[in-house]
């Protein structure tokens, strides 16, 4: 348990990056199958590219 809390502690910054250009590249593509794409969050939307 230590060594999870040890990772987690050193690495959320860089978790916390993937995390945020997963968003991005989630809200600027679409959805394969129409009736599948799961609703965005509000503020994600200012992540949009017009």
């Known amino acids: ?6 990772f987690m502690k050193n690495h959320a910054s ?5 995390a945020m250009v997963f968003s ?4 600027n593509s679409r959805c394969v199958c129409i009736y599948h794409q799961p609703p965005m ?5 200012k992540l949009k590219k017009n």
């Open 24 to 27: 991005v590249m989630a809200i």
């Open 41 to 45: 969050p509000d503020s994600l939307q």
């Open 14 to 18: 860089v978790m916390a990056s993937i």
């Open 1 to 6: 348990m230590r060594k999870i809390k040890f």
